[in-house]
């Protein structure tokens, strides 16, 4: 009975303020009457209205979500996520291709190639081509190759084969070039 009595006495007087749903109290005894208020204290029910206990974190996590939904949809878009990105352009194709973004994005299944002359602005060419194809790897390692030499510094003698090649070139995969662009 004095073991309750202390425990209550305890809980009255006890109007600490914590981040807890229970009351933090320490009482003085002897052992074995120590044992007991802690189990006493520990079976104490917990609050009725646990709803306003979470409260304040409900309008923190309808945020955290709302950013988290808005930034994985900014990245879907932007990385053509399953195609989403295309599937919208396709909506709009004249615009889209009128902005050419189908040289980012394919639309309608198709994609565009420009390339610029530097030295003369009014030069250079752009075409379009299915998204399925790929680049030609041949054209891709000559290419490597003539910037490789070109970091070289020049030696005795200059032989250099002047080639008329392709600048670019796209294909099935897995064609021998017959098909190329």
């Not at 900014?74 to 050419?100: D, M, Y």
């Not at 002359?117 to 009014?122: G, W």
């Not at 003539?146 to 070289?152: G, H, I, M, T, V």
């Not at 250099?160 to 796209?170: D, Q, S, T």
């Amino acid at each position: 009975m004095a073991i309750q009595m202390q425990h209550y006495s305890c809980l009255n007087a006890c109007k600490i303020k914590t981040k807890f749903p229970y009351p933090i109290c320490m009482t003085q005894s002897s052992n074995n009457d120590q044992k007991e208020s802690l189990q006493q204290q520990a079976a104490v029910p917990p609050p009725a209205d646990s709803a306003n206990q979470f409260a304040p974190l409900a309008s923190t996590f309808r945020r955290r979500l709302l950013t988290g939904v808005a930034s994985a949809s900014v990245v879907a878009v932007g990385a053509n996520f399953a195609g989403i990105t295309s599937f919208l352009l396709g909506l709009s194709p004249e615009n889209a291709r009128s902005l050419k973004l189908d040289v980012l994005y394919p639309i309608e299944g198709y994609s565009r190639c420009i390339e610029a002359n530097q030295a003369f602005a009014d030069q250079g060419f752009e075409f379009i081509y299915p998204a399925n194809w790929v680049g030609d790897q041949t054209l891709l390692s000559r290419a490597a190759g003539k910037a490789e030499r070109s970091l070289d510094p020049p030696g005795l003698k200059n032989g250099r084969k002047y080639v008329n090649e392709p600048i670019v070139a796209f294909g099935p995969p897995g064609s021998t070039g017959e098909l190329n662009y």
